[in-house]
């Protein structure tokens, strides 16, 4: 019978240690340990003696870009690249022009294995480092990486590689949005099991801390709205008690650090990817934000039934409630118990004119006719969307805590830490990877090969 063990050691005699110091783990969990780091190092091995058996091969020189001559070799020089498995070192040819053109040094094994220039990462470290940045703070993403690979990249490094993929998304972005406006659709982003579900879409807004002066740390901290916009396909499953249960499933998020003007394209975009234009159902599910209210009827008024948030419309009677009888008495709570109640069961009518009968009392106060005005006005406004005894029948959602989750879990988790301060290149990149992550593009940022190797 073969024993793996003992052929390692002819590989590289360098191993023969840890081959030992397995054989001698006190437990499975070091004695695992140690397989791992010997599967690393032994992973390492193969891959620089490949390298070096395909840097022996004969040497097809291309012909200099500039006087078109044959270039040759310069002998071997040494290159190196760190990845998840370490970092491997290796030497290949170089050549350059008889003509000493000024074209750099050129290096045709470097080209045929996909590396740039003055590359010393590979794309599969660089996404694994980000991708723990996506949730964590970077100098938390640099120890957890050290310890799931023992590659030590410092926190700045990852910082550097998350700007990088965080702009080339928002590229990618400002070329589709650019494609839009030509006229030119996106592809639909939709599985055939769900493109028959109802299409939710709701926005909101989330403040974040940035620095007052760009980059510089010093001064009072300034908050800025970003605005978040979710679409997600509505679901029904069965709990484990038999009842039927809504459930959000294919979720794509939206955000920018921006206007409602910003957002307007950008929400537009990824709600034609989810098929909003060919869906039999779309919501627009929102609080009473003027902005988003002007957003739903500019794009989506002739697509989707607009559902103005219940809870939110509850807060208003109570304000009105308040304002009125004063929230301290038991005749005010009655009365918003009772507003509260028809309009959940779509009689928001008697709603209205019980607001208009208090508007019709002599002697009201000035400051609570005017907020009972307000009611009025805000409730009438949204008269097409607050039939919520309606929309339950249909199985729609009449709150919008899909939004207020999706702000909480793209927002406030990762940029509102204690002691968070962002710059706003910083923040931008990073939002645009996280965006990427949930959306199920993350990958499609690295230059990653069908295997992604170290």
């Not at 397995?22 to 190092?41: C, D, P």
């Not at 590659?151 to 990618?172: D, F, L, T």
């Not at 919501?283 to 002739?302: N, P, Q, T």
């Not at 069961?345 to 209205?352: F, Q, Y």
Request: proline share 4%; net charge positive.
């Amino acid at each position: 019978m073969s024993c793996l063990k003992t052929s390692i050691p002819q590989v590289a005699s360098s191993l023969q240690e840890l081959v030992t110091a397995m054989e001698h783990a006190s437990s499975l969990g070091v004695m695992m340990l140690v397989a791992w780091r010997l599967a690393r190092q032994l992973a390492v091995k193969l891959v620089e003696e490949e390298l070096t058996r395909r840097a022996q091969r004969p040497t097809e020189w291309p012909n200099c870009e500039k006087c078109g001559r044959k270039l040759e070799s310069k002998g071997f020089v040494e290159r190196q690249l760190t990845g998840l498995i370490g970092t491997v070192r290796w030497e290949r040819r170089e050549g350059r022009c008889p003509a000493r053109c000024e074209i750099g040094q050129v290096a045709p094994l470097d080209t045929e294995l996909g590396l740039q220039p003055n590359q010393r990462t590979s794309a599969g470290l660089k996404r694994a480092a980000c991708a723990l940045a996506v949730f964590v703070p970077f100098e938390i993403a640099a120890v957890l990486l050290s310890l799931l690979t023992e590659v030590v990249v410092s926190p700045g490094s990852i910082w550097n590689w998350v700007q990088g993929a965080g702009q080339e998304a928002m590229n990618r972005l400002k070329r589709q949005l650019e494609a839009l406006e030509n006229g030119r659709m996106p592809d639909e982003d939709v599985e055939a099991a769900v493109a028959s579900l109802p299409l939710l879409v709701g926005a909101d807004g989330v403040m974040v801390p940035f620095r007052p002066d760009g980059g510089k740390p010093n001064g009072r901290i300034v908050w800025r709205e970003v605005k978040v916009a979710v679409l997600a396909r509505l679901s029904q499953r069965i709990t484990h008690t038999g009842e039927q249960a809504s459930q959000l499933v294919h979720r794509r998020l939206v955000a920018v650090l921006g206007s409602i003007d910003d957002l307007s394209p950008r929400l537009w975009l990824e709600a034609t990817r989810q098929g909003i234009l060919s869906a039999k159902t779309v919501v627009w599910l929102c609080d009473g934000g003027r902005g988003f209210w002007r957003l739903f009827r500019d794009r989506f008024e002739k697509h989707a039934q607009g559902i103005l948030d219940f809870y939110h419309a509850a807060q208003n009677l109570w304000k009105g409630a308040k304002a009125w009888l004063d929230g301290r008495t038991k005749r005010s709570r009655q009365w918003f118990a009772q507003a509260r109640r028809k309009l959940r069961r779509g009689k928001a009518n008697e709603v209205l004119a019980d607001i208009q009968a208090a508007l019709a009392l002599e002697g009201l106060p000035d400051s609570a006719r005017k907020t009972l005005q307000n009611l009025y006005d805000y409730l009438d406004t949204h008269r097409d969307h607050i039939d919520y005894a309606r929309f339950k029948e249909l199985g729609l959602p009449i709150g919008s805590g899909l939004v207020e989750s999706a702000c909480k879990w793209l927002i406030q988790q990762r940029f509102k830490g204690v002691g968070m301060r962002w710059s706003e290149d910083g923040f931008n990149h990073l939002l645009h990877l996280r965006l990427a992550w949930v959306n199920g593009r993350f990958d499609d940022l690295f230059a990653l090969a069908a295997s992604p190797g170290c």
